[in-house]
């Protein structure tokens, strides 16, 4: 297995080494870079594979580090529905089975959640709001929320925003030029990947 986790662990540094050099060049903003998306793409595939040999990357099979790898690897793989779908029912099992960390299952939960235009349970994922404000996307209930993530050793969801916006302020992230158009971008891709169907005619 020790080689299984060097793979992992290596799609995870790419991963984010792409993502300073975005950072550096104050391109992370500007929608969903295409080279980034066929990263995460490849790295979706290749972790595809393992997770069909192995089952899904638990510590007790690839260690600690490869498992975070491994769950990042997953978080990204936005373009590749199935996968994520399929990875979450791998890692809730693995949870119930107190061979994984909750909280993991919690962000890929949310994040299927709300590119299927649903409300998150845990309040881990964020987007920029049509004020221009880094925000919580849409949730069903702040103290359901705040209940929720106690229960898996999260912050509350305010000191999270609070986090969250000082980690794109110094990344120098900005607000999209117009919300609106974006918004229609986002629905427009989510379609084309499979995260929501086409309103019949």
């Not at 986790?5 to 080494?17: C, F, H, S, W, Y």
């Not at 929320?145 to 000082?166: C, D, F, M, P, S």
């Not at 117009?178 to 229609?184: D, G, P, S, T, V």
Request: with cysteine.
């Amino acid at each position: 297995m020790k080689e299984i986790a060097e793979v992992i662990i290596r799609l995870k540094d790419d991963d984010l080494a792409f993502r300073d050099k975005l950072i550096l060049n104050g391109q992370l903003g500007d929608g969903y870079h295409q080279e980034m998306e066929n990263l995460h793409i490849q790295h979706a595939g290749i972790l595809d594979e393992i997770i069909d040999i192995i089952g899904y990357p638990t510590i007790d099979k690839v260690g600690k580090e490869a498992a975070e790898a491994a769950w990042l690897v997953i978080q990204h793989s936005i373009s590749r529905p199935g996968f994520m779908k399929k990875c979450a029912l791998l890692l809730e099992t693995a949870v119930n089975e107190g061979r994984a960390d909750p909280s993991n299952l919690a962000y890929l939960t949310d994040r299927i959640a709300v590119f299927e235009n649903q409300p998150q349970l845990c309040g881990t994922q964020f987007d920029w709001d049509g004020n221009g404000v880094m925000s919580p996307n849409l949730f069903d209930d702040l103290h359901k929320v705040n209940a929720r993530r106690r229960n898996i050793g999260l912050n509350t969801l305010e000191e999270q925003t609070e986090i969250i916006r000082k980690r794109v302020e110094i990344e120098n992230q900005s607000a999209p030029a117009n919300f609106e158009e974006r918004k229609i971008e986002i629905e427009k891709w989510k379609k084309a990947v499979g995260w929501t169907k086409s309103n019949p005619a």
